[in-house]
């Protein structure tokens, strides 16, 4: 199975990324407090945006490398036939059979897998770093003004 690597998602914010550190290079000319303070606050919107997006995006590839998907529907196969297996039902009521406990025991695994694969998808990200840069220089530049005030 191929997994894509977060970079490839990652080209699409590198417009965003190039624009966002003109902006910052702006805003470290800027004389007037409060249209730093207005235009910063708005780009810590826009950053968290992004890293969200960067986060899904992570998420999504480590749950395909993990098998998560596969699992889903595997496991809604399984309940599905312990549903509509009557003697099942009239026997177990409704515990899992052995074989969804399997699978489901298996997602639970992926997932949490998955989950922690995550950090590591994005520290290796250069993107994504230059984006953690820049937000906390637009953090620096906020703390600046307020000391200045």
Known sequence: MAVCSLSVYADTN?????????????????TD???????AAFLNQQ????KADFHKQAQ???DEKYGVPRLERSLQQNIEMDR????????YGDTDS??????RN?????RSAAF??????????????????????????????????
């Open 116 to 149: 922690n694969a995550v950090p590591s998808l994005l520290l290796g990200n250069s993107e994504f770093q230059t984006l953690l840069s820049y937000e906390k220089t637009l953090s620096d530049l906020r703390s600046s003004l307020g000391s200045k005030r």
């Open 84 to 91: 509509n297996t009557p003697s099942y039902r009239t026997k």
């Open 60 to 62: 999504l590839i480590a």
């Open 33 to 39: 407090p409060i249209a730093l303070e207005n235009r």
């Open 98 to 103: 052995d074989e969804t406990a399997t699978v």
């Open 14 to 30: 590198s417009d965003f990324i190039k624009t966002l550190g003109r902006e910052i290079a702006a805003l470290r000319m800027e």
């Open 106 to 110: 298996s997602l639970l695994q992926a």
């Open 47 to 50: 950053i968290a945006s992004v």
